[in-house]
């Protein structure tokens, strides 16, 4: 979706509201005391009410805005501008583009977000032709030991090892001399922080990352 789309669909806090209540119903409200699945909408206080124990239910009960005071239409946003683009949205530059005074909020609603898209990926594993390939990357360690020294290329304590893989096999369609390219697109990949690049540590990851007869290159 277009910036300009996004704001078609979600151009104040009120479109926002009702998306949110559209997309909870259609995952269905579990009343969190009773386990009850039945509930009465109380309009005027914007809440579901449980037809078993009477507990009340807000929207942002049990989801990843839980206990937030941010308005739905910056999550919104917050949302549409991690996922739309190739490059990443820092929350201070999220922060700058809603126009919102403190940092703190902001920071606590993108860490969250970040947070449940990770949960969602562990849910799928990689299939049909994947490659693989380390990467390293440069981390900061809290509980490092300042006076030793560094290290310098693989091992160097300011780089994490971490195996990517990326399923990357659409169709059938042969190589195309003309075109010097394949019909071959990334789809789903996989990135994980892994302790070596020994054959066990790689094995033990795929296993649990791969579906079986997955071609690996």
């Known amino acids: ?106 920071w606590a609603m993108m860490h969250k977000l970040r947070t449940v898209m990770g949960l969602r990926d562990e849910k799928y594993r990689l299939g049909g032709e994947i490659e693989l390939d380390e990467g390293f990357f440069e981390t900061v360690s809290i509980t490092r030991d300042k006076t030793e020294a560094l290290k310098r290329g693989r091992g160097s304590q300011r780089q994490s090892t971490v195996l990517v893989a990326a399923e990357s096999k659409v169709g059938e369609q042969d190589y195309n001399p003309k075109k010097h390219s394949t019909d071959k697109r990334v789809r789903y990949l996989k990135m994980t922080v892994i302790q070596s690049l020994k054959k066990e540590d790689l094995a033990a990851t795929v296993q649990e990352k791969v579906k079986k007869n997955t071609k690996i290159v």
């Open 1 to 106: 979706m277009k910036l300009i789309e996004f704001f078609k669909h979600y151009p104040d806090e009120e479109s926002c509201k009702a998306a949110f209540k559209a997309y909870r119903l259609q995952e269905g409200v579990k009343c969190r005391k009773c386990g009850n699945t039945s509930h009465y909408w109380k309009k005027k206080r914007e809440q579901w009410e449980c037809k078993g124990c009477k507990h009340r239910t807000t929207l942002k009960s049990g989801t990843v805005m839980q206990g937030s005071k941010l308005p739905f239409q910056y999550w919104f946003i917050a949302m549409h501008l991690i996922t739309s683009t190739k490059k990443s949205f820092s929350a201070k530059e999220v922060q700058r583009q809603i126009g919102h005074k403190r940092y703190e909020p902001i």
